[in-house]
């Protein structure tokens, strides 16, 4: 968890000035649902999307 909030601040909070917490939320949401889930590579997941490692663990089983 420590890792994810360290990759979530450094990637997105850091880099920008929300006006409103509403704007803030918007934005996280937006982070995990659309990029960190879909685009970003993690290697821990031997540098695939967690999606798209979803996608092989459910066609190989």
Excluded: C, W
């Amino acid at each position: 968890m420590e890792s994810f909030f360290g990759t979530l601040k450094m990637e997105l909070i850091y880099d920008n000035h929300f006006k409103t917490r509403a704007e803030t939320r918007q934005a996280i949401f937006e982070y995990i649902k659309v990029f960190y889930n879909r685009t970003r590579l993690h290697s821990s997941l031997g540098y695939m999307s967690p999606l798209e490692y979803e996608q092989v663990f459910k066609s190989a089983a």
